[in-house]
C-alpha cells in the first residue's frame, strides 16, 4: 500500500520558518517528481512546487519563489519544502503528490498519482 505522509506542519508567527516532510512508503518515488500543493479554507487546491527526480524544479505563484525551496532526498524517499519568511496568506493545508506517468506539466493537480493527507500550516500576523 502506498502511503504519502506529511508532517512539519504547525502554528507560526509571520517571519517565521517551518520545514514540510513527505515520507513515502509502499513504492519508491526515486525516478518520479513530486509536487506540494496547498488549499486554503474557501480556495482551490493552489499549486506551490515540483520537483523531478534529478532535482529539475518548478514553482508556483510569484509570491512563494525566492521564500519557498523544494528538495529531495531519494535514499529517504523523502520530499521537503523549506518555508521560509512566512506570510498570514501561507496559511493553508500542505499536501505533498507524487507524478508517476512522466508527465512535463507538473503545476496541475490531475497529472499526479498519489496524495498525502496533509499537515496544516498557521501563520499569525
Known amino acids: 500500500q502506498v502511503q504519502l505522509v506529511e508532517s512539519g506542519g504547525g502554528l507560526v508567527q509571520a517571519g517565521g520558518s517551518l520545514r514540510l516532510s513527505c515520507t513515502a512508503s509502499g513504492r519508491t518515488f526515486s525516478r518520479d517528481s513530486m509536487g506540494w500543493f496547498r488549499q486554503a479554507p474557501g480556495k482551490e487546491r493552489e499549486f506551490v512546487a515540483a520537483?523531478?527526480?534529478?532535482?529539475?524544479?518548478?514553482y508556483g505563484e510569484q509570491s512563494v519563489t525566492g521564500r519557498f525551496t523544494i528538495s529531495r532526498d531519494n535514499a529517504k524517499n523523502t520530499v521537503y519544502l523549506q518555508m521560509n519568511s512566512l506570510k498570514p496568506e501561507d496559511t493553508a493545508v500542505y499536501y505533498c503528490?507524487?507524478?508517476?506517468?512522466?508527465?512535463?506539466?507538473?503545476?496541475?493537480?490531475?497529472?499526479?498519482?498519489?496524495w498525502g493527507q496533509g499537515t496544516q500550516v498557521t501563520v499569525s500576523s
Open positions: 503528490a507524487a507524478e508517476i506517468n512522466g508527465s512535463y506539466y507538473l503545476r496541475g493537480p490531475d497529472v499526479y498519482d498519489y
Open positions: 520537483i523531478t527526480w534529478n532535482g529539475g524544479r518548478t
